[in-house]
């Protein structure tokens, strides 16, 4: 499958005159809870030649490639990752530091290292706090429901811990993040869950786990209380940034 993947990696570096920079697995595959039919959640960053940055046009920053079959591949051009690597998005730190890799040019290293300097515990746990609270209304709220959605909540409720806790990007894998993070009182439940999860199709249907439904409910509440404690730091100038992109951009023309 990997070679599937990076024969697809090629021909778009072809097709729209670009160079992938690095090129991860982002999903369930990712965070170490795949189903037997999950998809493979393809994600790149890329540079396009420095004369396309110099355009009056705006020209479009992802790149999307049509869904086929299990393979949803798209990505972010190396612009667009900068600026939201100065806005501290966590989903990109999830790209740097992803488990699995398909792919990994040079620079990818030194996006990383640079993009260290710009992580706000702050704003990570407001991305997870609301992607916690999303999930768990949006999936969470019938007596019957999917075995994958619990995981999509317990994994951001965790990921706020991990930041409380140690106050660096949290870990894209499930196992690290529960751990380290998950109470003993849910341990037993979440195994059985979990190995439920990973053995069943994507839409497998159990009944409401109250045990999980109550711990969910509760650390969503209290996450929520403790965030106003946590201070704002005023964010790095784009020094670093403008110099990386620049030396990347001329670096692809050699």
């Known amino acids: 499958m990997n070679e599937i993947i990076l024969e697809k990696l090629r021909q778009t ?17 990712a965070w170490g809870f795949a189903s037997p039919d999950s998809d493979y959640d393809v994600r790149f960053i890329y540079a396009r030649p420095v004369s396309d940055y110099l355009r009056l046009e705006k020209i479009r920053d992802v790149i999307e490639l049509p869904i086929e079959g299990e393979f949803d591949i798209n990505g972010w ?8 690597i100065y806005k501290s998005n966590p989903t990109v730190f999830e790209w740097l530091n992803a488990p699995i890799v398909y792919l990994k040019n040079d620079f990818a290293a030194e996006i990383n290292t640079v ?8 704003k990570a746990l407001y991305h997870y706090l609301n992607m916690a609270v999303h999930n768990y209304k949006a999936y969470l709220k ?73 711990y969910l409910e509760i650390n969503i509440e209290s996450i ?22 620049q030396k990347i951009v001329y670096c692809q023309q050699e």
């Open 77 to 84: 051009d190396l612009q667009k990752t900068l600026r939201l």
């Open 115 to 122: 993009a260290k300097d710009y992580f706000s515990v702050k």
């Open 142 to 214: 019938e007596d019957y429901v999917k075995a994958k959605n619990y995981f999509y909540v317990l994994r951001s409720i965790l990921a706020c811990k991990w930041l409380f806790d140690k106050g660096t990007p949290p870990p894209v894998r499930f196992s690290e993040l529960a751990e380290s993070e998950l109470d003993d009182t849910v341990k037993a439940e979440v195994r059985e869950l979990l190995d439920l999860k990973m053995n069943c199709p994507e839409i497998y249907v159990i009944p409401k786990i109250r045990i999980l439904h109550e």
């Open 13 to 29: 570096e072809q097709s729209e005159n670009v160079k992938i920079l690095l090129a991860v697995e982002s999903g369930s595959r």
């Open 224 to 245: 929520r209380k403790q965030i106003d404690d946590i201070p704002n730091v005023k964010s790095k100038d784009w020094n670093n940034l403008n110099e990386l992109f």
